[in-house]
């Protein structure tokens, strides 16, 4: 699904987003202390170079839930990566307002840094056990707030592991334009 909301492109795909080779940057759902886990973050280290990745993070830990850093890709095929740290869902609250801080984070980051193309997994919705409608939700309104204000980033990608969290997030955008 492709859609153009205010200067950007807003696309979400099913994937593996540390093979979109195509972006600038990716973003990492982190942990706090910026330490290699599981899922998607242990997927970025693998692919980044874990001794160069852990260093570089080393350096920025500890970070707040609902906060973002920046690091190079190392060996990824992207120039960076922004670590944003989601809630663990009922543990961290208030666990909307962490996630949609995350959002908005990493996305100023990537404009602070004159990023053009960011790719986004579904952030909190793994371990942190958020729920991936709920998070849809959250991710999609803060982008769509955040779009006009946005002058360096052109393409937002969301890339979905699963097609059944692809298809709660394509339901939530058609839903959120038509609105």
Not at 42 to 67: D, N, V, Y
Request: glycine residues 8%; contains cysteine; charged residues 20%.
């Amino acid at each position: 699904m492709r859609v153009q909301t205010g200067r950007i492109t807003l696309e979400l795909i099913v994937g593996d987003l540390t093979r979109q080779s195509d972006l600038e940057a990716i973003v990492n759902a982190a942990n706090n202390n910026l330490t290699m886990g599981g899922g998607v973050c242990g997927a970025i280290f693998r692919r980044a170079g874990i001794h160069e990745m852990r260093e570089a993070c080393a350096k920025l830990a500890p970070i707040p839930t609902g906060s973002a850093v920046i690091t190079e890709g190392f060996s990824l095929p992207n120039r960076y990566v922004i670590h944003a740290v989601g809630p663990i869902y009922r543990v961290d609250e208030p666990s909307e307002e962490f996630l949609r801080r995350a959002w908005n984070n990493a996305l100023m980051l990537a404009e602070e840094h004159n990023i053009r193309s960011l790719g986004f997994p579904a952030i909190s919705t793994g371990i942190y056990g958020y729920p991936v409608g709920e998070a849809a939700q959250v991710a999609l309104r803060e982008i769509i707030s955040l779009a006009p204000y946005l002058w360096s980033l052109k393409l937002v990608r969301i890339v979905l592991h699963k097609l059944e969290d692809y298809d709660l997030f394509a339901q939530t955008l058609s839903s959120l334009l038509s609105s």
